[in-house]
């Protein structure tokens, strides 16, 4: 409730959390970091929960360009 009161009063809050869920729930922007680097941002209606995982599982949007 207080993120969202946040938000919605136009704060900047930085929210760091491994939960897709939470994430998508309380976002307007998503920023995702992949040991320690910035591997993709999105507004959140430019983005989903599949994208999000894969960058934050092997940093890439396609799984296939990861070195095995």
Not at 23 to 36: E, N, P
Not at 40 to 59: I, W
């Amino acid at each position: 409730r207080c993120v969202r009161g946040r938000r919605e009063a136009g704060t900047a809050v930085l929210l760091a959390s491994a939960e897709l869920a939470e994430i998508f729930t309380l976002s307007v922007r998503i920023g995702v970091l992949y040991r320690g680097e910035l591997v993709g941002e999105y507004p959140l209606d430019e983005c989903n929960r599949d994208t999000v995982g894969l960058l934050m599982a092997c940093g890439e949007e396609d799984p296939t360009m990861v070195a095995s």
